[in-house]
T-cell receptor, first 114, second 114 residues
Framework: GAGVSQTPSNKVTEKGKYVELRCDPI?????LYWYRQSLGQGPEFLIY????????DSGLPNDRFFAVRPEGSVSTLKIQRTERGDSAVYLC????????????FGSGTRLTVV | TQLLEQSPQFLSIQEGENLTVYCNSS?????LQWYRQEPGEGPVLLVT?????EVKKLKRLTFQFGDARKDSSLHITAAQPGDTGLYLC??????????????FGKGTLLTVNP
């Protein structure tokens, strides 16, 4: 597609539930990133994919968070046993290669855990 | 401790005024990017600066990368209401580390009043 697409745009879930957030990157972009942006903060790195593999998952806060990109295009961020502190905007971005001269971000998924 | 400090945090000015926002760090970055983010949207890349001392212009916006590659500034001439948004700086390659991971500041929220 023309841009990075994220679905859903908004998700409200109850504490303890499981959620999946989807990212469809720009066609042909091999690199895909997930960031999390809390209110009043800049985005914080979660995980980076180069192709199908997670090249760096050092930003995932704990083992409740997991992400996959099985065919090297669409990625899904999965959060188990959600907590209120997980509420944030989850941003996905893609870029064309290893050198980072700029990402294209999606509009994000606003996750609210009640 | 915030790796990238942005100042001011909030700025409200009248249309036609000039302004400068700053992004400072005690660490060296291989490149620095500026993004603008509007409510409900992901950050949009404005510019990437790579070389110490580099100056780039984008219409009424002038970006400068410090000689030591630790800081940057964004100057806007004759601000317009359309410039309103959250301006984020982001560094890559922190202290010689990986180039793909961005470290963001908290941003400067700019409001330009008509």
């Amino acid at each position: 597609g023309a841009g990075v697409s994220q679905t859903p745009s908004n998700k409200v879930t109850e504490k303890g539930k499981y959620v999946e957030l989807r990212c469809d990157p720009i066609s042909g972009h091999t690199a895909l990133y997930w960031y999390r942006q809390s209110l009043g903060q800049g985005p914080e790195f979660l995980i980076y994919f180069q192709g199908t593999g997670a090249a760096d998952d050092s930003g995932l806060p704990n083992d409740r968070f997991f992400a996959v990109r099985p065919e090297g295009s669409v990625s899904t961020l999965k959060i188990q046993r959600t907590e209120r502190g997980d509420s944030a905007v989850y941003l996905c971005a893609s870029s064309s290669g290893r050198s980072n001269y700029g990402y294209t971000f999606g509009s994000g998924t606003r996750l609210t855990v009640v | 401790t915030q790796l990238l400090e942005q100042s001011p945090q909030f700025l409200s000015i009248q249309e036609g005024e000039n302004l400068t926002v700053y992004c400072n760090s005690s660490s060296v970055f291989s490149s620095l990017q500026w993004y603008r983010q509007e409510p409900g949207e992901g950050p949009v890349l404005l510019v990437t600066v790579v070389t110490g001392g580099e100056v780039k212009k984008l219409k009424r916006l002038t970006f400068q990368f410090g000689d030591a590659r630790k800081d940057s500034s964004l100057h806007i001439t004759a601000a317009q209401p359309g410039d309103t948004g959250l301006y984020l700086c982001a560094g890559a390659g922190y202290s010689g580390g990986s180039n793909y991971k961005l470290t963001f500041g908290k941003g400067t929220l700019l409001t330009v009043n008509p």
